[in-house]
């Protein structure tokens, strides 16, 4: 009953930015945590970032300094600020959604690849 839908992936050149957005839609009422995770190709899936409702963040310490979560409560959607980037940041980028009464929702994952 919850959607929630990617942009903003692509090619970027290495030490170039991107700003991905996830937009949840659906029968929502309160989301608790959101946040994004990122898979490469034979790799497992690893959190990049947690944002709680309040405003408080987790950085994996991969990204720290280069990557900023935040979100927009009013609009039920979630940014990955993505800065100084090079190629093991290449991957799918999964965002997520906790809703308070039960359940986690899942993006359809964004591209994300960097090369010269």
């Known amino acids: 009953q919850v959607q929630l839908v990617e942009s903003g992936g692509g090619l970027v050149q290495p030490g170039g930015s991107l700003r991905l957005s996830c937009v949840a839609s659906?029968?929502?009422?309160?989301?608790?945590?959101m946040g994004w995770y990122r898979q490469a190709p034979g790799k497992q899936r690893d959190l990049v970032a947690v944002?709680?409702?309040?405003?408080?963040?987790v950085h994996a310490d991969s990204v720290k300094g280069r990557f900023t979560v935040s979100r927009d409560n009013a609009k039920n959607t979630v940014y990955l600020q993505m800065n100084s980037l090079n190629p093991e940041d290449t991957a799918v980028y999964y965002c997520y959604a906790d809703l308070q009464y039960g359940g986690r929702a899942w993006g359809q994952g964004t591209q994300v690849t960097v090369s010269s």
């Open positions: 659906g029968s929502i009422f309160t989301i608790l945590d």
């Open positions: 944002i709680s409702r309040e405003g408080t963040t």
